[in-house]
């Protein structure tokens, strides 16, 4: 979050990091295989002063807690989605580990994991996110039926001990999903609409509302608070009942 630490990785090659703000960059000394043109870096997750940094190459996740001076494998096999903590020390991990798909915690900064919920062979994990305390997290869940993909998103508010699913209104394929730094808020996105929950509304037993990007004239149900996001409003605080699509 500082901008000080950078990482790059090359396609079938070594992984470079920078703690300079990109003045100067060395290669990490990270001995993932013995042939480093078959290394192939998908992401990385830094903690906030670059301390904890968790970097994805070859299905495997490597962490170090030294700025990327040392690294560790992780015990977890097959990680799909990762969120964590501002201070790098809460990390949450949906993975495919031990043939089971599961989400685990750890409080340590990765050195062991706790499984915490259990789900079928069939789904996978899509955009993990988390508050800046670790508080509060979601996860978006895939699970293809009849050649229909349906999406979920489990939010828990307690660091990720427990898991409670919040179903949509209808059937929609989510794509991304991010919660705000406090845990307030949380912004739910598909292909063609915004949805915005408050603290209350995502946590409690209340159905998703709907935020249609619509003019004032166009818009399929009463007006309440509208939201503004860099000076642009769009949509409106409601939740959706009996929607007309």
């Known amino acids: 979050a500082d901008g000080k630490t950078m990482l790059a990785g090359l396609s079938g090659g070594d992984l470079y990091i920078s703690r300079n703000n990109g003045i100067s960059w060395a290669v990490a000394d990270i001995a993932v295989v013995d042939d480093d043109t078959h ?88 955009s993990g996110v988390s508050s800046s305390d670790g508080s509060v997290q979601a996860v978006i869940t895939t699970l293809s039926v009849d050649n229909y993909i349906y ?40 292909d063609n609409e915004i949805y915005i929950g408050q603290y209350q509304d995502f946590y409690n037993d209340v159905e998703m509302g709907t935020y ?8 399929k149900f009463t007006k309440n608070e509208k939201y503004l996001i860099n000076n642009f409003k769009f949509g409106y605080n409601k939740f959706e009942q009996d929607r007309d699509e």
């Open 151 to 190: 999406n979920h998103i489990y939010i828990s508010t307690d660091n990720g001990v427990t898991w409670n699913e919040k179903k949509p209104v209808d059937k929609r394929y989510w794509r991304k999903i991010f919660i705000s730094p406090d845990g307030t808020e949380i912004i739910a996105v598909n």
């Open 39 to 126: 290394d192939e870096w998908e992401w990385f997750i830094l903690s906030e002063d670059g301390t904890v940094i968790v970097a994805r190459v070859n299905n495997d996740c490597w962490i170090s807690k030294d700025n990327g001076y040392n690294w560790k494998k992780s015990e977890l096999e097959y990680v799909e989605e990762l969120s964590m903590s501002s201070d790098g020390v809460k990390i949450t991990a949906a993975a495919y580990h031990n043939d089971s798909r599961s989400i685990y915690t750890s409080e340590d900064s990765g050195d062991t994991w706790s499984k915490r919920k259990d789900f079928t062979d069939s789904v996978g994990f899509n």
């Open 212 to 219: 249609l990007q619509l003019p004032e004239s166009e818009a």
